[in-house]
């Protein structure tokens, strides 16, 4: 039997401002990568998430970003590797106490946006981030690209690595997303991107966009919470999942 994760990036509201259908998409994931007050997200909303996430029995991850509300945590900063490691410990023990008082487990960690894409080619970063990983608890789950340097960082401290791929993003023939600056950076045909996942899934195979195609291995499909899209594009993925015996995860189990 075949068995998948299914996550997606939630909690990212803040202050006045919300962003996404968090409840919603929540009863259809079973990993949620909870924002942790950088990049979106407060203490508010990190709250409720929590509290929403082991309601309906989802797996809870923190998602630690680049201090960049403006930004969406999307734009590039340059820090020093052992900058990046106490930004990553920062955001990893707030979200940790949200667990904490309501009871609930951390299980894995995703860095965001443009930290996430900056450490999948980074040597230097993606150390700095699973050490991070690892010395707050070396039994949480590092969520990694496929097959890049955060992957590969990870792996090599030890940890539990779920190789990452997307259902709503484009690649390119050196295996990394598509920038979201370029026009054909999102996929917005579900149809075309449930395709896409079964593929990643049965065949390890994705094709980028000069038309090649490159080995993937896919551990875990995030469908991103914030696109307007996401509860259609999460609700459709699944049952194609079911459709094809493809299971989705409940636990990572013990290391």
Request: proline share 4%; with cysteine.
């Amino acid at each position: 039997m075949t068995v998948i994760d299914l996550n997606s990036d939630l909690g990212e509201s803040f202050g006045a401002y919300k962003i996404g259908n968090d409840q919603e998409v929540l009863q259809h994931i079973s990993s949620a990568n909870i924002a942790c007050g950088y990049h979106g997200g407060d203490h508010n909303v990190m709250f409720e998430t929590v509290s929403l996430a082991k309601q309906y029995g989802v797996q809870i991850g923190a998602h630690p970003g680049f201090p960049d509300l403006a930004g969406f945590g999307r734009r590039e900063i340059k820090l020093s590797p052992r900058e990046i490691y106490h930004l990553v410990i920062y955001q990893i023990g707030a979200l940790d106490a949200f667990c904490k008082v309501n009871e609930t487990n951390l299980v894995h960690v995703k860095p965001h946006g443009a930290l996430y894409n900056m450490a999948s080619v980074s040597r230097d970063l993606a150390y700095s981030i699973a050490q991070a990983v690892y010395d707050v608890n070396p039994d949480l789950v590092l969520f990694a690209l496929a097959g890049s340097e955060l992957a590969k960082a990870g792996e090599e401290k030890g940890l539990i690595v779920a190789h990452e791929v997307f259902a709503d993003r484009t690649y390119q023939p050196d295996g990394t997303l598509t920038s979201r600056q370029e026009p054909n950076a999102m996929i917005h045909d579900a149809e075309f991107a449930i395709t896409r996942v079964i593929r990643m899934i049965k065949e390890g195979k994705v094709e980028a966009v000069d038309g090649t195609d490159i080995a993937i291995q896919a551990d875990t499909i995030c469908v991103h919470g914030d696109d307007p899209q996401a509860l259609e594009f999460v609700t459709k993925v699944r049952q194609a999942l079911l459709k094809e015996n493809i299971q989705i995860r409940k636990s990572w189990g013990p290391k």
